[in-house]
C-alpha cells in the first residue's frame, strides 16, 4: 500500500502519515497509534518504519546466550555488523530445532529482518523471504567448521606422548563430537572400552560427573578429550580432588579455547575455532548476499580449527619396573 493510499484510509494527509512515522511531535500519540494500527492491518508497517529509519536489521539466531562461546561471538557480530551501518538483533533457540525453525520464520516473515545468521539451521528445503547464512548447515550460505581435522590432530598427539586409553567427555548437546571421536580413536587404535561419557548436565558440572563416573568405576583413562573447555575445566576438579596431578598422571584437552585457557594453574591444551575470523566471514557472505538481493549462489566456506598446545598434555608415565 503507498503512503497516499494510507493516508486516504485513515482521513489524514500524506505529510501527517509522513511525520507519524518519523516521530514528530507534532501528531498526537492516539493518532499516532491509528495510523501504526491501520499500517499493521495493510501489511506497510514495517515498509515505512524502515524508510524513516534507514538502516539494516540483522538477526542472529544462536543456540543460547549461557557460557562466553557464543557470547564472545556475539560481540564479534555485533562490530561486524554496526560496522556495516546496520543493527544487529540476537535470540536463542536453546538447542530446540522447533523453536529455531519458528525464530527463523518470525525474523523473515513477520519482523522482517534485512538478513539471519543462525547456528546449525536444519534443512527443510523452504525458500525464506531474506538471504540467510548458517554456521554449518548445508542447502543455504554457510560458514563450516573444520573440527575433524583438529580432532585428528588433538588424537594423533596423545598417542604421541604414549597415551592410549584416552577418554571423550560431554554432555547432551555434545553427541556428534563423541561420534566423530569415536571414528579418530579407532584411527589410532586407542582403547574405547568404557571411555565415552556423557552427562545430564552441562559446562563445569557435566566434567566433574563424568570424570567422578569413571573414578568409580575405576576405568581411569592416562588422557581425556573434553567436548569444550567448560567441561575440561570440571574434570581438571575431579582429577585434582583423587590426588592426581595433570599432566603427570592425566593429561586434557579442550575445545574452543576460552580466554581463561593461559590462566589456569596448568595451562589447558584447546582447539581453537578462530571466532573472529569465522564471524567475519559470516557478516561479509551475508552482506554479499542481501546485495545481490539473495539470489546468489549457494556456497560453503570451511573454517580451520587448530590445536593449542599447552602444559595440560605430557608423556605417559613408564611403570616401573620391579
Same mark, same amino acid.
Given at each position: ?37 491501520? *499500517? ?7 515498509? $515505512? ?9 540483522? *538477526? ?9 562461546? $557464543?557470547?564472545?561471538?556475539? *560481540? ?33 516473515? $513477520? ?16 525458500? $525464506? ?37 584416552? *577418554? ?155
Amino acid at each position: 500500500m503507498t503512503m497516499e493510499k494510507l493516508a486516504e484510509l485513515a482521513g489524514v494527509s500524506v505529510s501527517t502519515v509522513s511525520k507519524a512515522f518519523s516521530g514528530s511531535h507534532e501528531i498526537s500519540t492516539e493518532k499516532r497509534e491509528y495510523i501504526f494500527r491501520l *499500517a499493521r492491518e495493510n501489511g506497510c508497517y514495517d515498509k $515505512y518504519c524502515k524508510r524513516v529509519f534507514g538502516k539494516k536489521v540483522i *538477526a542472529v539466531i544462536c543456540p543460547e546466550f549461557k557460557g562466553r562461546y $557464543y557470547t564472545e561471538q556475539l *560481540a564479534v557480530f555485533e562490530k561486524e555488523i554496526s560496522r556495516r551501518g546496520a543493527v544487529m538483533i540476537a535470540a536463542a533457540f536453546d538447542f530446540d530445532l522447533l523453536k529455531q525453525h519458528e525464530l527463523i520464520t518470525f525474523f523473515s516473515e $513477520y519482523s522482517k529482518a534485512d538478513g539471519i545468521i543462525v547456528y546449525n539451521m536444519q534443512s527443510d528445503n523452504r525458500k $525464506y523471504s531474506v538471504p540467510i547464512v548458517s554456521i554449518g548447515a548445508d542447502d543455504v550460505n554457510s560458514i563450516k567448521l573444520s573440527t575433524d581435522r583438529a580432532l585428528d590432530e588433538a588424537v594423533k598427539y596423545l598417542t604421541e606422548q604414549g597415551h592410549k586409553n584416552i *577418554a571423550f567427555i560431554g554432555e547432551t548437546n555434545t553427541e556428534e563430537k563423541a561420534e566423530i571421536f569415536k571414528k579418530t580413536a579407532k584411527k589410532y587404535k586407542c582403547n574405547l572400552t568404557e571411555y565415552i561419557s556423557t552427562a545430564g548436565r552441562r559446562f563445569e558440572e557435566a566434567g566433574y560427573e563424568c570424570m567422578n563416573k569413571m573414578f568409580e568405576s575405576g576405568n581411569v583413562p592416562t588422557a581425556v578429550i573434553a567436548a569444550y573447555d567448560y567441561v575440561a575445566i570440571g574434570a581438571m576438579k575431579s582429577i585434582y580432588e583423587h590426588g592426581l596431578r595433570i599432566p603427570d598422571d592425566i593429561s586434557i584437552i579442550g575445545s574452543d579455547d576460552i580466554k581463561e585457557n593461559p590462566y589456569l594453574n596448568v595451562p589447558l591444551t584447546s582447539i581453537t575455532t578462530y571466532i573472529e575470523d569465522l564471524c567475519q566471514i559470516a557478516v561479509d557472505m551475508l552482506f554479499e548476499s542481501i546485495s545481490l538481493g539473495g539470489t546468489c549462489t549457494v556456497k560453503t566456506v570451511k573454517v580451520s580449527a587448530e590445536l593449542i598446545k599447552r602444559k595440560s598434555v605430557g608423556k605417559i608415565k613408564k611403570e616401573k619396573k620391579s
